[in-house]
């Protein structure tokens, strides 16, 4: 079963994405802010993360960096889902390795097909 890193300081979005993916059949591990997102990548070893811009500690576009420029953990999709909709913004999350880039507010059944896109089906596995 595919494991999902939902990384975001407003709980109740973690919340609404956590549901959803579960939902789905995924496994949903959550981190808080930047730094525990990569210290969460090290230890639960995720499928997939979702990564908001705006945070604490790091900002995800210098988490995404990070994880791009580890040769460990380089191929990690990465989805950013962040209220950070410009098109400066959206450039720089690509630009950072983001594969999408789904800015907020938005509709579960939007992230849904994201995630089903980058991973394989968890009813398969």
Do not use: C, W
Not at 25 to 33: D, K, L
Not at 53 to 66: L, R, Y
Request: glycine share 6%; net charge negative.
């Amino acid at each position: 079963m595919a494991k999902i890193l939902v990384v975001d300081d407003e709980q109740r979005v973690v919340d609404l994405v956590a549901v959803n993916l579960r939902r789905e059949g995924y496994t949903v591990v959550s981190a808080r802010n930047g730094g525990d997102a990569l210290v969460a990548v090290g230890k639960e070893k995720p499928d997939l993360v979702i990564l908001d811009v705006v945070m604490p500690v790091m900002d995800g576009v210098h988490v995404a960096q990070a994880l791009k420029a580890n040769e460990a953990t380089r191929d990690l999709p990465i989805v950013m889902l962040t209220a950070k909709a410009q098109d400066a913004d959206i450039l720089e999350g690509l630009l950072a390795g983001a594969e999408v880039y789904l800015p907020k507010p938005f509709h579960p059944r939007d992230l849904i097909r994201v995630v089903k896109s980058l991973l394989p089906d968890p009813s398969r596995e």
